[in-house]
């Protein structure tokens, strides 16, 4: 069984930043991706970035420049480093992680606003 703990949402400040983690344990096989979605109210789960475990990246175009996503395979553990947060980055952030099948995170709640 593989579970995965997300922390670091909150409210911000439009202009701030904050740094999600999410952690997964159980049967972690090398080879995996990792990633970050959100969904804000209404809306459909959109990609926000990927990590492989090689250290490949990917990003959806409305947050490159502004967010990092970074990974340390020994402990299994993805970052997301968001900076120059926007009103329309508010959303429920969720952590993936995909080997065989994807196993999504329990999500994090990020409300940007003044």
């Known amino acids: 069984q593989v579970q995965l703990v997300e922390s670091g949402g909150g409210l911000v400040q439009p202009g701030g930043s904050l740094r999600l983690s999410c952690a997964a344990s159980?049967?972690?096989?090398?080879?995996?991706?990792m990633g970050w979605y959100r969904q804000a109210p209404g809306k459909e789960r959109e990609l926000v970035a990927t990590i492989t475990s090689g250290g490949y990246t990917n990003y959806a175009d409305s947050v490159k420049g502004r967010f990092t996503i970074s990974r340390d395979n020994a402990k299994n553990t993805v970052y997301l480093q968001m900076n120059s947060l926007k009103p329309e980055d508010t959303a429920v952030y969720y952590c993936?992680?995909?080997?065989?099948?994807?196993?999504w995170g329990q999500g994090t709640q990020v409300t940007v606003s003044s």
């Open positions: 159980g049967s972690i096989f090398s080879g995996n991706v």
């Open positions: 993936k992680l995909t080997m065989l099948r994807g196993y």
